[in-house]
Each structure stands twice: as C-alpha cells, then as structure tokens.
C-alpha cells in the first residue's frame, strides 16, 4: 500500500489496481476540502462547493470523443456535377442571348440594363421570401389553446365560431359576413376574354366564440383568410362571372393574435409592429405550411431572377 505526503493512504477495502493506482473517486468521503474562494469545508466526494458553486474537481473523463462519421462523398459528387451542369448551362444561355442581341438588332446597353432590372427584381423577391419567412416562424411559435387558458400578452393560436353586431352582406350572396371579397368580371367582345368590372372589400369587427369564452376582433388587427363561396355567372347570357371570398357569421375558423385588454373584456391585438394577426378557415398547421410554401416559392423567384439577371449582364459584357 503506498501513501504520499499530503495524499491520504488507500483506506482499507480499497484495492489498488495493476499499476498501483487508486480510484480517485475512492475514499472520498474520508477527505475533505476547503473552497479556494469561500473557505467553506466540502466533502471530499463534492464536485463544485456547496456554499458558493465553485468547481473544486474535473471530472475525468469517461467517454472519448464520437468516432468521425463517415465522409459524405456522394454529397461533394452531386455538388460537383450540379455546378458542371450549371456552368454549361450559363455557357450556352449566354451565347444565346449574344446571338438574339445581334440579330435583333438591340442597343449596346439593352442586356445590361435588362440584367440590372432582374437582379433588382429578385433582390425584391428575397425580401419577400425573407418577410415571408418571419411571419411563418412567428404563426408556427404561438402555441394553439381554448380561449380559456389565454391571458393577456400570449400570442396564441384560438379557434371558435364568428359572432357579429354589425355584419355586411355581399351583393349576389345574401348572407350576413364578417369579411368578404367579391371580383365581377365581365366578357369583352370578340376574343379579347375577359375583364375586372367591379371589385369590393369590407371587413368589421366581430367576436370569436369558444363556449362560453369570448374575444373582440378588430377587424384592422387582423388578415383575413377566406374561403371562395361562390364563383358562377350572373346573366344567362353567361357575360358577367363573380366569384366572393367570404366568411360568413357562424363560420368555425382559426385565429391567431396577441391577447390584450382587461381580463374581463380580452380583445386581439396585432403579432408584431409589422406583422397582424390572422383569421383564416384553414387550421393553423395548414396555414402555416401554406405561408412557409410561398416562402420558399418567393426564394425560388429571386434566385431564378437574379441569375437571369447576372447571365444577361454578363452577355451585354461580352458582346459589347
């Protein structure tokens, strides 16, 4: 058995191991130290102390590091060929437009301004996809609950039955609504289609209904999302078509908001400054995948535009 000066011996019980070694974790309750800053005694089995939190030990170590995961060489190929793909690509898009320049005759700086114009167009599309995006991430992080267990100052996700005072009606659709949109388009002669004759929004306020739980909804608080209830012709002629978004009274929809006002009489506030709150008949994972879909679609569109844009730049450059 060995002992050192100022380490306590293996106590009895306590067998060494093959190199002579003890546990460090043995005996350790029959040693005890003082904290390095408070001077308070601790048990010498004690990791951190137990008046301020100092550490006192390091843990040893009990696992190595995660063995390396294998290399994703499949990963770096597809990323490869996708860049070979997209350089040939860009190649031949822009030996076209060189070739359109010269035989349509066009101006020097036509493709260069041309190419300005696109890439201003998807910076206008990335902003859309970014706003696009904050607003999904805020929708998907209010949790969905019953009127009842929202207090002031939640952004929640609630569902319940409109109730109005004060409702419109549609032309063409006699039912009383909190919100609609109707669009009357009527055929022009000869084959030139059709065209928007008259259009109309109205929104008021109402209350969303959960038992016997209630909440005011101001009508400029809110977006709405409607359902299409109706789009058929008006005329026999069949020359003037409407079609009506519209959500009636009684309609069970979604709503999400901020909680505001007294207890007593809760009303819905705006999400964010810039950001309102929304009533929408689709449930709230629908609508929230709705809005991250066109998000990714607007990041498709500035991405399309921008490279168009970059391509006809670089073709105005090279014929120039």
């Known amino acids: 058995m060995r002992g050192t000066a100022g380490v306590a011996a293996t106590p009895p019980g306590v067998e060494e191991d093959d190199e002579g070694t003890r546990d460090p974790w043995s005996g350790a309750m029959l040693d005890h130290t003082e904290c390095p800053r408070c001077g308070a005694p601790n048990l010498g089995s004690e990791v951190c102390c137990f008046a301020c939190g100092t550490r006192l030990k390091v843990l040893p170590k009990r696992y190595g590091p ?23 690509t860009a190649y031949y898009a822009v030996g076209w437009l060189v070739g359109y320049r010269d035989r349509a005759a066009l101006p020097p700086w036509y493709l260069p ?77 000869g084959e030139a289609g059709w065209r928007v004759s008259d259009r109309e929004t109205k929104a008021v306020d109402f209350r969303l209904v959960d038992g016997d739980e209630s909440v005011y909804v101001p009508s400029g ?71 991250a879909r066109r998000a990714r679609l607007a990041a498709l569109g ?10 006809a730049a670089i073709a105005g450059i090279v014929s120039a």
């Open 66 to 88: 995660p063995p390396a995961g294998p290399t994703p060489w499949p990963l770096w190929i597809g990323l490869v060929i996708l860049l070979i793909l997209f350089g040939l």
């Open 302 to 311: 500035g991405w399309a535009l921008t490279t168009a844009g970059v391509l």
């Open 221 to 291: 608080c809110v977006r709405f999302d409607a359902p299409i209830y109706m789009e058929t012709y008006v005329d026999p002629g069949a020359t003037m078509q409407v079609k009506l978004w519209a959500i009636p009274v009684g309609l069970p929809v979604s709503l999400c908001g901020r909680i505001a006002g007294q207890t007593s009489k809760p009303r819905v506030d705006r999400l964010g400054e810039d950001l309102p709150g929304v009533v929408t008949w689709r449930s709230p994972a629908d609508y929230v995948k709705m809005v």
């Open 113 to 189: 301004v041309g190419g300005l114009v696109l890439v201003a167009a998807g910076q206008v599309a990335f902003w859309e996809a970014r706003r696009r995006d904050a607003r999904s991430w805020r929708l998907r992080r209010a949790p969905e609950l019953p009127l009842s267990q929202a207090h002031t100052g939640d952004a929640v996700w609630a569902r319940g039955k409109v109730e109005c005072d004060t409702p419109v009606v549609p032309a063409y659709f006699p039912q009383e609504c909190a919100y609609y949109h109707y669009v009357l388009r009527e055929r022009e002669q």
